[in-house]
Structure formats: structure tokens, C-alpha cells
């Protein structure tokens, strides 16, 4: 069965308990989730002993924040609408990911999972299929270099993604804007101090690998095939990751039904967990499996 068929035998009963959204449930994962950035944080704002150590720590807690923008761009963390995209919005920053291009490239993913001509994640190309190019990948050299372009382009450049509305393309064109902006504004703090390099531009370079693994599990050598249940993983992990990750390692369940808010994607994995076809024991494994498979 595929992921439409197991969906149709899921009683209307159940099918709005899944769907159902909680301010409460996405602001606590929210506090988690910035509190452990504070705590990490700290050290380096005070120059405590053995402050460096905490880096990398950070840099993995905000390189995560990106599966925040991700539900975000579903509206499913929280109830309210303004505030996913309040949320979508201010977390941008750290992430160089504007919101409203973002949210529209990725229905265009969800509508296109894995196709090689149409899903906007391929669109410079397939996965790492080298040793070489899975080292680069990881580096998150293309990433930082495509979305610098990116924004450069939709603030200056010439907006025609066929995913991007033409009545949206004023808005992401002010969003670019002021979003540079904000970094001139940033970068005119090391003028006086350093903090901005230890707090952000350090920790996001060396947290970025981390982040690029768990993505590549996604759907990295799953076969373009409409079956959300088998062109998407599942990757079984521990309760941290999943909570830091808000709880996108069920990621055939979010593409299944991507209105299930994260807290509710363990009660759809019961739903979904007999007809899963692509699935990881851990993203250790899963690495290893992905560079076995590449060869040199």
C-alpha cells in the first residue's frame, strides 16, 4: 500500500487528532530548544574556562533550527498563523534561509519529492555520488554558497523559479533585501567586538556537517517513485535528536501527511510504522550504508 492508501483507511476521528495544532505543544519545544542555545551560549559570552568547547554544541542546536523554518513553512507548530511565520521569520537570520522563498521551494519539494527534473532540492544537480563529492557536501560549502547566491539574486537579480508566485515575488524581493540589511548591520558589530564570530559564524561553519547528514538521510538513494512511504526515510534515533529535530527523523510520515504537526508525527509513525518501506536504524549507519554505496 502506498502512502495515499493507508492514509484512506485512517477514520475521520483520527485524522483530525493528528491534525490538530497546539500553541502550548510548539512553544515548549521552542523554550527547549532556545534554552539549550542560552545554555551553550553562555560560556562563550563570559569567557569561562574551557569556553571553546562549546562551539560546536552550538552550532548544532542553530544549524537545527532550520527543521523549526521547515514546520514553520507548513504552519504546523503552532496554532496561531502569525506566529509560525513570526517564527519562520526571525529564525531566518541565523540560517541565511528567507522564509517566503523558502516555503515555496519547499511545497515545490513536497509536490516533487525526488523527481530529478522537478524537485528544486536537485536542481544543480543529484546527491553526492563520490566520496569527494559527499566530503563537500557535508562541508556545507553549497549550501552557504547557495543561499548567499540566492539571496543576492531575489534581492537584485531576476526572480523566475517556476515554484515562486509572480504575486509573491515583490515580497521576496524586500524579504532578500532586508534580510542583507540585517547581516550589514551584524557585521558592523565586529567593529567593536568579536562575540558575533564565536556566538554565530563559528559555531554555524563547524555545526553545518551535522545538519547536512541528517538531511541527506531524508532521502538520500531513495527512488523517485510517488510513494511518499519508500521516496522518503524514516530514521530511527534517540529521543534527543528527535526532540532538537522536532521530530522530522519521521520524515516518510511528515511527507505522508505534511499537516501533522511535529508532536503528533510519533502518533502517525503507529499509523504508518507496518507499510514503512525506506527506513535507517541511525544516522550513523545510514552514513555508513551512503559511502558503501557511493564507492570512491
Not at 511565520?85 to 528567507?98: E, K, N, T
Not at 553545518?208 to 532521502?219: D, F, G, M, N, S
Request: glycine share 6%; aromatic share 14%; hydrophobic share 45%.
Amino acid at each position: 500500500m502506498d502512502h495515499s492508501a493507508v492514509l484512506a483507511t485512517l477514520s475521520p476521528r483520527r485524522k483530525q487528532f493528528l491534525t490538530q495544532r497546539s500553541n502550548r505543544a510548539g512553544l515548549q519545544r521552542l523554550v527547549g530548544h532556545l534554552a539549550a542555545i542560552v545554555v551553550c551560549a553562555a560560556p562563550l559570552v563570559f569567557g569561562w574556562r574551557f569556553a571553546g568547547a562549546m562551539v560546536v554544541p552550538l552550532g548544532v542546536l542553530i544549524a537545527f533550527l532550520f527543521t523549526l523554518s521547515h514546520e514553520c513553512t507548513h504552519s504546523t507548530p503552532f496554532r496561531t498563523p502569525w506566529l509560525n511565520d513570526l517564527v519562520g521569520h526571525v529564525i531566518s537570520v541565523p540560517l541565511l534561509l528567507p522564509f517566503n522563498w523558502f516555503r515555496y521551494f519547499h511545497f515545490a519539494h513536497h509536490k516533487f519529492t525526488n523527481d530529478p527534473k522537478r524537485d528544486p532540492e536537485l536542481e544543480h544537480g543529484p546527491r553526492p555520488a563520490t566520496r569527494s563529492e559527499f566530503l563537500i557536501y557535508l562541508s556545507g560549502w553549497g549550501y552557504w554558497r547557495g543561499m548567499i547566491c540566492q539571496i543576492w539574486r531575489n534581492a537584485f537579480g531576476i526572480i523566475d523559479a517556476s515554484y515562486l508566485p509572480s504575486r509573491k515575488h515583490k515580497l521576496i524581493r524586500l524579504e532578500a533585501r532586508l534580510l542583507l540589511l540585517c547581516y550589514v548591520g551584524l557585521c558592523l558589530t565586529l567593529l567593536w567586538s568579536w562575540l558575533l564570530i564565536w556566538l554565530w559564524i563559528l559555531p554555524v561553519l563547524v555545526g553545518q556537517p551535522v545538519l547536512r547528514l541528517y538531511l541527506l538521510a531524508e532521502h538520500g538513494h531513495c527512488p523517485a517513485v510517488a510513494n511518499m512511504l519508500e521516496n522518503s526515510r524514516t530514521t530511527f534515533t534517540n529521543r534527543l535528536v528527535r526532540f532538537f529535530a522536532w521530530n522530522m527523523p519521521y520524515h516518510a510520515e511528515h511527507h505522508s501527511h505534511p499537516n501533522v504537526p511535529f508532536y503528533r508525527l510519533p502518533d502517525l509513525h503507529n499509523d504508518l510504522s507496518h507499510h514503512l518501506v525506506t527506513t535507517s536504524p541511525g544516522y550513523r549507519a545510514f552514513g555508513k550504508d551512503y559511502m558503501r554505496r557511493i564507492g570512491k
